[in-house]
């Protein structure tokens, strides 16, 4: 029996990030996806989902992630992990919408054979806690971002490195690498 292709997305859109008391506080990004077979859907992805989903890629696809060869490097950087207090996770959640936004559009511009892989269809894919009803309570609304609206400054991507030895710290504050 001949196995019925996925669907795929044909646009992404992050317009905003929500605030969920269930089962504990954080946020997630409210992600537009519109489908080839003319469907949209609402999902909704925390950020350690992207995390999960980039470590996976980069394991999954080691030359278009640029780990031998940075030049060969083809899959989108994800925004890196914050440290910060706890007060500062509704900021951090605001300025990552932009960049979330770019990275799953790019995510879907790349080569069909990783977009068509299950990593990536997946995580577009409606999954049952998206589909579970958000009423006001459970949720808030903390930002809604319009697409001529001017942002004053945006998150600076580190620069990559490539450890080309290994390096053991002599100091407290420095990284040992290997």
Same mark, same amino acid.
């Given at each position: 029996m001949a196995q019925v292709p996925k669907r795929l997305m044909t646009a992404v859109n992050v317009d905003r990030a929500e605030k969920r008391r269930v089962p504990s506080k954080h946020y997630v990004y409210v992600i537009e996806v519109t489908w080839d077979d003319g469907s949209e859907t609402i999902i909704f992805r925390r950020y350690s989902k992207f995390f999960d989903l980039?470590?996976? !890629? !980069? /394991?999954?696809?080691?030359? /278009?992630?640029? !780990?031998?060869?940075?030049?060969?490097?083809?899959?989108p950087y994800l925004p890196g992990k914050i440290l910060f207090r706890r007060s500062n996770i509704r900021d951090v959640a605001l300025k990552r919408v932009q960049s979330i936004g770019e990275y799953c559009k790019d995510l879907i511009k790349l080569p069909d054979y990783i977009v068509q892989n299950p990593l990536i269809l997946d995580f577009f894919e409606t999954k049952p806690e998206d589909l579970k009803s958000h009423e006001t309570d459970n949720t808030t609304n903390i930002k809604s971002w319009k697409k001529d609206s001017i942002d004053i400054s945006q998150p600076i991507l580190p620069e990559p490195y490539v450890v080309t030895k290994d390096y053991e710290k002599t100091q407290a504050k420095e990284l040992s690498s290997r």
């Open positions: 980039q470590i996976n !890629l !980069l /394991e999954t696809f080691p030359r /278009e992630g640029g !780990l031998k060869d940075p030049s060969t490097r083809i899959i």
